[in-house]
């Protein structure tokens, strides 16, 4: 698999002449990776690309991977920063949500990873069934007390087809409450902002300097190249995304072809995406861009769709950029989608 990734970062090296400012290694748990094989990687990436002086260099990990040895080989690889999937400090939270580790691996391994990484950000979950206010803040508290810099969490939500889901069904564990993950949406918020924190995406929370610059690079809508599978791609005008089936992608890399396929976005599409992501960040929607890249009719769809949500103060316009309230803020998505050409 190593192998082929590296020749699929051969195959795609025209695709983006500006020079790299992030790699983010994710999705599965790259952490199983040796230092031997993220170093291989990265260097396909200086091989093959120009990349800017200091990239973001970015590896999800889960906390049962991060041994003390793992952790010392990370340091004297590229690597800057670690994104830990914590997801909870309580152990009956984490067996809830079936995660191989427990607390006190989730305290450690933020312990020996605070020692030899600066740029650490983490997740954590809200709107757990049965979780108090004071649990979650508990969780929050316990998160602060490691300086992390950063913090992204989400809202618990029910796949289907998971244990979790089972469990709700057999009636073992009561579904997710929309009231209570409002309530400790609002608790992170104030929480964190009264620790330095800028709320600077729906679902990030980063101190100066801190900001996420690989998922900020999506959010703004900058071309991204995505290797092997299941990866997608962007490049300002298609969207494009490798074979999920791991044989088949080596398969396809080894015989010298891209297993993937690509959609043309439509002007809608990237209204669409830009209200979208626009709506989820402090940078808002620049209601100049809408108008010089998608027209004046456009614009005048999206003024007159945004009244009701500003008359109910869950939106605003302030120097030419709309934006949701602190009130509007959980509500974000449906907004959005509200707000869509269709």
């Known amino acids: 698999m190593v192998q082929a990734i590296i020749c699929?970062?051969?195959?795609r090296r025209s695709e983006i002449?500006?020079?790299?400012?992030?790699?983010?290694?994710?999705?599965?748990?790259?952490?199983?990776?040796?230092?031997?094989?993220?170093?291989?990687?990265?260097?396909?990436?200086?091989?093959?690309?120009d990349v800017a002086e200091n990239p973001e260099i970015t590896l999800e990990a889960n906390?049962?991977?991060?041994?003390?040895?793992?952790?010392?080989?990370?340091?004297?690889?590229?690597?800057?920063?670690l994104s830990i999937g914590i997801q909870s400090f309580f152990d009956e939270d984490l067996k809830m949500m079936n995660r191989a580790h427990n607390s006190d691996e989730a305290k450690k391994s933020l312990a020996e990873a605070r020692s030899l990484f600066d740029n650490i950000s983490i997740d954590l979950i809200y709107g757990v069934p049965g979780m108090s206010d004071e649990k979650w803040l508990q969780n929050v508290e316990t998160a602060l007390s490691f300086e992390i810099p950063h913090i992204s969490s989400y809202?618990?939500?029910?796949?289907?087809?998971?244990?979790?889901?089972?469990?709700?069904?057999t009636g073992r564990l009561s579904a997710p409450d929309d009231?209570?993950?409002?309530?400790?949406f609002h608790l992170l918020i104030e929480t964190l902002a009264q620790n330095n924190f800028v709320h600077y995406e729906l679902s990030n929370f980063g101190k100066a300097g801190?900001?996420?610059?690989?998922?900020?690079?999506?959010?703004?809508?900058?071309?991204?190249?995505?290797?092997?599978?299941?990866?997608?791609?962007?490049?300002?005008?298609a969207r494009s995304w490798n074979i999920a089936n791991n044989a088949l992608y080596i398969k396809s890399i080894v015989a010298g072809t891209l297993p993937s396929e690509t959609e043309m976005l439509t002007d809608k599409d990237r209204f669409n995406e830009y209200v979208m992501t626009g709506l989820?960040?402090?940078?808002?929607?620049s209601l100049r861009r809408i108008e010089v890249d998608f027209g004046t009719e456009?614009?005048?769809?999206?003024?007159?769709?945004?009244?009701?949500?500003?008359?109910?103060?869950?939106?605003?316009?302030h120097d030419g950029v709309l934006k949701t309230t602190t009130k509007g803020k959980f509500l974000t998505d449906g907004i959005a989608s509200d707000l869509f050409a269709v």
């Open 8 to 11: 699929e970062i051969g195959m």
């Open 280 to 285: 989820r960040t402090i940078w808002g929607i």
């Open 63 to 81: 906390p049962d991977d991060l041994t003390s040895e793992k952790l010392n080989e990370l340091a004297v690889t590229k690597i800057n920063r």
């Open 298 to 317: 456009m614009l005048e769809y999206l003024l007159k769709s945004s009244q009701k949500f500003i008359q109910r103060q869950l939106l605003e316009i």
């Open 210 to 237: 801190y900001f996420s610059q690989n998922n900020s690079a999506y959010w703004l809508g900058k071309k991204y190249i995505g290797i092997g599978p299941s990866a997608h791609s962007y490049d300002g005008k």
């Open 179 to 184: 009231d209570v993950a409002e309530r400790h």
């Open 155 to 169: 809202a618990l939500t029910v796949e289907p087809r998971t244990a979790f889901s089972k469990m709700i069904q």
């Open 17 to 49: 002449v500006t020079p790299i400012e992030t790699i983010y290694f994710g999705g599965g748990t790259p952490s199983v990776l040796s230092s031997g094989e993220i170093r291989l990687l990265i260097d396909a990436v200086y091989t093959n690309f």
